[in-house]
């Protein structure tokens, strides 16, 4: 079982719609968790983190942890074509040396007009 | 300034040449971060530097090495690089490095091997 899994897409979805975007994670003892965005040849910027189960919204974004279902997700509410880009979920994992980003593989999101 | 730095954008080299990346952030971050990323893939961790020392290294071959001048810098120097090592090479920072500090990463070096 990988890390960190999230369904590789695409997502097409249309314009002015809801994006949603999962992730479920291996480590039970995972704290934090974050969600990228990756323009194609560009860097990941960091849009979402969140600590505690349950909602957190930003603007158009919502994430959502569920601790027990070992599941974080990410909404796009009024999806726009510029949001069309690959979203990364990423997970703190506990190691014996440390603490470590882990992503997963990525969804690309695909917003028609 | 809420910005990393990363020089130059674009770098190509042979398998023979010594070459450094650069990363700089002004944040007061204590935490630095190479990460590599091939295409169509995540990124992956390579080397984490914690207040100026060197914490985590996920086993990278020796034609890579750190180096972390002060708490805003941190330098890869290359050597003897491989085509297979072609990709982007990020850099990031956070405030700590511990579970609860959002990494934010640079616009990336990309490095072709010939």
């Known amino acids: 079982q990988k890390e960190v899994e999230q369904n590789s897409g695409p997502l097409s979805v249309p314009e002015g719609a809801i994006a949603s975007l999962n992730c479920t994670y291996s480590?039970?003892?995972?704290?934090?968790f974050f969600w990228y965005r990756q323009y194609s040849g560009k860097s990941p910027e960091l849009i979402m983190f969140?600590?505690?189960?349950g909602d957190k919204e930003d603007g158009r974004f919502t994430a959502q942890l569920n601790k027990a279902s070992q599941y974080v997700s990410l909404l796009i509410r009024d999806s726009q074509p510029s949001d069309s880009a690959t979203y990364l979920c990423?997970?703190?994992?506990?190691?014996?040396?440390?603490?470590?980003?882990?992503f997963g593989a990525g969804t690309i999101l695909r917003v028609k007009s | 300034d809420t910005e990393v730095t990363q020089t130059p954008k674009h770098l190509v080299m042979g398998m023979t040449n010594k070459k450094s990346l650069k990363c700089e952030q002004h944040m007061g971050h204590r935490a630095m971060y190479w990460y590599k990323q091939k295409a169509k893939k995540p990124p992956e961790l390579m080397f984490v530097?914690?207040?100026?020392?060197?914490?985590i290294n996920e086993s990278v071959p020796s034609r890579f090495s750190p180096e972390c001048p002060n708490s805003s810098l941190l330098n890869l120097h290359l050597h003897a690089l491989q085509p297979e090592d072609s990709a982007l090479y990020l850099c990031?920072?956070?405030?700590?490095?511990?579970?609860?500090?959002?990494?934010?990463f640079g616009p990336g070096t990309r490095l072709t091997v010939l």
């Open positions: 480590d039970r003892g995972s704290q934090s």
């Open positions: 990423a997970v703190n994992l506990k190691r014996e040396y440390g603490n470590k980003l882990v």
């Open positions: 990031a920072s956070s405030h700590l490095a511990g579970g609860y500090n959002e990494q934010f």
């Open positions: 969140i600590y505690s189960n």
């Open positions: 530097y914690s207040y100026e020392k060197l914490s």
